[in-house]
């Protein structure tokens, strides 16, 4: 007895493949089909511009000879949004804000030096200070071409990205700030260790605060504040791990820590930008944040007066359980100030 036809199993896998392509095709386009079964079925040719928008890329660049890992993703002829991360994150944390926005902007996220996938120079051949890490992510602008840009200001993304507006507030066309302080009000009593290491910068005081780059402060950092900690995931803050434990990187952060009395000294520089200037500035903020206390956001409105402000019932990285309630406040807020 025979067979009604020769099995050709490679052919078989071949229409399987074609029809499931095709078919997931109709589906996202909104549309019905029927999957030709061809073994040479021509695969769709090219994403439509929604498609390509949503892509996010994972490029390096050099930068006056340091290597800025970044991603990138939307249309490049979009209004730009220039994301900056904090402390002890890079631009993985980011993740989820970015399909976001990329419908509609052009998104960048750059690691800053130290962080993440970006070089990390050694400490004799770079100075790790906040006016340095500014100097290299305005000059990080401008070979990846952001003549005009939003800000998204997080953590220490803040004083870095304040310093760009105050160089260049030309290049600004808003700031989002999402628990990005910038007054007196808004520093909790978290900071009362490295304010003891302002004040003596002792080695004995330098290496009280290596806890701060243990892996439960870490998850303290990320779950202190959230209603439900079971809905943050361990992704972000084990990345964040992996990163501060790479040899070198602890004395780079102090040296951080000890630095960042001089962005305490720019506020009133940067308040004077604000009140010059008037950017479009919306504040989104975790209540809950045990850093950056809530009064740090409604003061932005002493020299912004228009200034939108909003709270989110969780902690410093509200990214990881609101990033849809953020990204929804951005977006009304950049087609209302921006587009």
């Known amino acids: 007895m025979t067979t009604p036809y020769s099995p050709n199993p490679e052919l078989d896998r071949r229409r399987l493949l074609s029809g499931i392509v095709l078919a997931t095709s109709a589906l996202a386009l909104g549309g019905c089909t029927t999957p030709s079964l061809a073994g040479d079925a021509a695969l769709p040719s090219a994403h439509n511009k929604q498609d390509i928008a949503m892509i996010t890329h994972y490029r390096t660049v050099a930068v006056d000879g340091v290597d800025i890992f970044y991603r990138e993703a939307g249309s490049p002829d979009a209004p730009a949004i220039l994301l900056l991360h904090g402390f002890p994150s890079a631009s993985h944390m980011f993740r989820d804000l970015i399909p976001e926005l990329s419908g509609q902007y052009r998104v960048i996220a750059p690691d800053l030096p130290g962080f993440g996938q970006s070089a990390q120079p050694a400490r004799d051949a770079f100075t790790y200070s ?13 070979v990846v071409g952001l003549q005009r840009y939003a800000v998204y200001l997080f953590d220490y993304g803040a004083p870095i990205g304040f310093r760009l507006a105050v160089m260049h507030p030309e290049r600004i066309s808003a700031i989002v700030t999402q628990n990005g302080n910038a007054y007196l009000e808004g520093v909790s009593e978290a900071f009362n260790p490295i304010q003891a290491y302002w004040n003596a ?3 004995k005081n330098r290496d009280a605060l290596r806890g701060f780059l243990a892996p439960q402060t870490t998850f303290f950092q990320y779950t202190h504040g959230v209603p439900d900690p079971t809905i943050v995931s361990p992704d972000g803050r084990t990345l964040d791990d992996f990163y501060l434990a790479r040899p070198g990187n602890a004395e780079i ?6 630095n960042y009395q001089t962005n305490i000294a720019a506020f009133d520089t940067f308040h004077a930008y604000f009140r010059d200037h008037r950017p479009p500035l919306l504040a989104v903020w975790g209540k809950n944040d045990p850093f950056f206390l809530p009064a740090g956001a409604q003061s ?8 939108d402000i909003r709270f989110f019932d969780t902690g410093h990285f509200a990214l990881e359980t609101h990033a849809k309630e953020i990204g929804a406040a951005m977006r009304e807020f950049l087609d209302r100030t921006v587009r």
Do not use: G, M, S, W
């Open 300 to 307: 932005f409105k002493r020299d912004i007066p228009n200034a």
């Open 130 to 142: 906040f006016d340095n890490l500014a100097k290299v992510i305005d000059r990080f602008t401008e």
């Open 201 to 203: 910068p002792t080695q």
């Open 253 to 258: 952060q102090l040296d951080l820590f000890l």
